[in-house]
């Protein structure tokens, strides 16, 4: 995914021109009659469906330690001839290689 600055200069002269108007048009604690609350509500569910609709934007990938795989020997059993009290006898024994 690529840094795409002209999006994020239009998001942020949005964002900034939506504060100003805002800004100018609130009216007075006077004069409110009770609108301040709608006004609220319609500017989190304006903020929501424009959140909404935006693609997050991630920084670069931060790298851990690097992950070493342990590689275990492949082993499996095999019936062979052992010495065991001065003579040979068959026993299972386990061959890893």
């Known amino acids: 995914m690529k840094f795409d600055i002209r999006k994020s200069a239009i998001a942020a002269a949005a964002s900034l021109a ?45 790298y851990g330690a690097p992950v070493y795989r ?4 492949r082993c499996h059993w095999e019936r062979q001839r052992v010495w065991r009290h ?4 068959w026993r299972d024994v386990k061959v890893c290689y």
Not at 70 to 73: A, D, I
């Open 86 to 89: 001065h003579h040979r006898v």
């Open 70 to 73: 342990v590689r275990h020997p």
């Open 18 to 62: 939506l504060v100003g108007a805002g800004s100018i048009a609130a009216p007075d604690a006077a004069h409110a009659n009770g609108k301040v609350a709608g006004a609220l509500v319609g500017g989190l569910v304006l903020g929501a469906i424009l959140g909404a609709h935006s693609r997050p934007v991630y920084g670069a990938p931060v």
